[in-house]
């Protein structure tokens, strides 16, 4: 089984809590997959804003890279997708989940490509420099730096990420822009309607755009009452399928973000999920969904150097 997982928290928890990368809940320190890759995202609460965002989002940068020159066995940062002699560790990439940590300045996002970040949740829930989030109490959309951050990612070849963003937000976004971008954790509206999933008109964007979609463990996204296991997960991601998502379809996680099922806790959490989805669909369907949908649209974008 091979994974590749759009995101996750356990960095930023791990760095709250002065632990080790190893000490969260991925398997880094035995990795059950044949090949992992995983995004690492730095998150920004709502609470942190401007300079004090930015000091975060560095804190955590040299977090994941001291853990690399630690274990590099266990953890290590994506050169190159294609290469297979680091294929036996997490092969780590970085992302931010929040537009604020760049502290609304333009210059910082070319910092935060250098140092290696690849993929930009452009909002929280609430408002930022960027715009307005999923929760916002009024929704502007895109502020005009939103719009001006955006344009820039396109040209370093930085992917914009539409979870969290606000309805407005999302239409901005396609105005602006052609390119494809993605939802890294989230799931659908129309089978849980909660304000963070994407409604089908986005979802079909998406799939128009030839983005991505991660499926998100945490159950309040999954369902409205309290299903347990694997049955919420499957629902979604066959209610994705129906709308043309075969290629889009990919795995968020939410690890250490999310509240998730204890059937979904640990390896062998996502093995039986694995397990499950092959008994409902096309093994190369499944594997797709787990790595090759993720795999095939970010091979173009890591570790390639944009004027």
Known sequence: MKLFDLHCDTLTETLKKKKSLLDGSLPLSDSPYEEWVQFFAVFIHDNQRGEEAWRFF???????????????????????????SVSSCCRGILSIEGGAALGGKLEHLEEAYALGVRMMTLTWN????????????????????????????????????????????????????DQPFVASHSNAYAVCPNPR?????????????????GLNFHMPFLALSDQDGYAPILHHAEHILSLGGERVLAIGTDIDGADLSPRLTGPDGLR????EMCRVFPKIRVDEIFYYNAFRFFKSKIGVAHP
């Open 126 to 177: 609430r408002d930022c420099e960027l715009g307005s989030g999923i929760l916002s109490s009024i929704d502007r959309g895109l502020s005009e730096f939103g719009k001006a951050v955006v344009l820039r990612m396109n040209q370093l070849g930085m992917v914009a990420d539409v979870s969290h963003l606000s309805r407005k937000g999302f239409e901005d976004l396609c105005a602006l822009t």
């Open 272 to 275: 039986g999920l694995y397990d």
């Open 197 to 213: 999933n994407l409604t089908d008109e986005q979802i079909k964007e998406i799939i128009r755009r030839g983005g991505l979609i």
């Open 58 to 84: 560095l804190r955590s940068v040299e977090a994941f890279y001291s853990a690399c020159a630690l274990y590099p066995d266990r953890v290590c940062r994506v050169n190159d997708l294609d290469d297979s």
